[in-house]
């Protein structure tokens, strides 16, 4: 029979492990745009193939950096919609907000992304660093005028790890002023564990983890993924996730591939014999 929701043949036995569809609060897939690149090669067409095996599966992307502004406004547009057909929110990546930033050109960028019709925008401090007023009022400035704020905490280069109370510190004030989600980037986790472990594996238990998004290196694919799924779980909510990456993190989430010695076959196995 069919099923009523989605059209897939529903069997008794014959069955895939499962995860929560979309709109889902914790094991969030977003996607990283690059445009034509080695990542995977969609432009337009392109995007249409991907987006029609993994649409599911896709719960944002991100136009990579600059490219709301790199590249002409009339294909953004058209990529936007071909996100929007399939059920998938974009936002625009936070170097262009840097950039911003660092012009005074911040109310240009709101205008820009207003002739876009970008409805979120990533605000970063890679190359930054705000003090908690200065966030809170460029959060603010975006939301009034109608673009919803994804944060991302974290240098690419940091020089000293952060404990998990500064870290919840900062995902709170920015939840609680309407912030879309945090994204945390991958090298303060890479400090915190080694500066300190245990702080590091007690992320999944603070209340605030569901709101993070961890942003994991395309490059290090798939063994970082892995690891991160191991340490936390196939919930785990991940970003800059390429292309070409999407339908096998799916297939990683769920224990399926050698890369995690197809898991789900253990656990089936293990569940018989208990």
């Known amino acids: 029979m069919f099923t009523k929701e989605d059209g897939y043949y529903e069997y008794e036995r014959l069955k895939l492990p499962e995860r929560p569809g979309k709109p889902r609060k914790t094991g969030l897939t977003v996607m990283i745009d690059m445009g034509p690149d080695e990542f995977g090669w969609i432009g337009e067409n392109g995007l249409r193939d991907l987006l029609s095996y993994g649409a599911p599966f896709i719960d944002m992307a991100k136009i990579f950096a600059t490219n709301a502004l790199f590249y002409p406004p009339e294909l953004i547009k058209r990529i936007m919609a071909v996100y929007a057909e399939h059920g998938v929110d974009t936002f625009a990546g936070g170097i262009l907000f840097e950039i911003a930033y660092q012009q005074n050109a911040v109310d240009e960028l709101v205008t820009h992304l207003g002739r876009l019709g970008m409805k979120y925008l990533e605000i970063s401090e890679n190359y930054l660093e705000l003090t908690s007023d200065e966030r809170l009022r460029e959060i603010d400035r975006f939301q009034k005028a109608g673009i919803g704020v994804i944060y991302e905490f974290g240098r690419k280069q940091p020089t000293e790890a952060i404990t998990l109370d500064q870290l919840g510190a900062i995902v709170d004030s920015v939840m609680e002023v309407g912030v879309h989600h945090v994204i945390v980037e991958q090298s303060e986790l890479d400090m915190m564990a080694e500066v300190s472990p245990d702080a590091f594996k007690a992320i999944p238990d603070q209340a605030w983890y569901e709101h993070i998004v961890i942003e994991p290196d395309p490059f290090r694919f798939p063994e970082q993924h892995i690891q991160l799924i191991r340490d936390f779980g196939p919930d785990i909510s991940l970003c800059n ?34």
């Open 241 to 274: 996730v390429a292309p070409s990456q999407v339908l096998r993190l799916e297939y990683l989430r769920r224990g399926i591939g050698r890369a995690v010695h197809y898991s789900f076959l253990s656990d089936q196995l293990n569940q018989k014999r208990d």
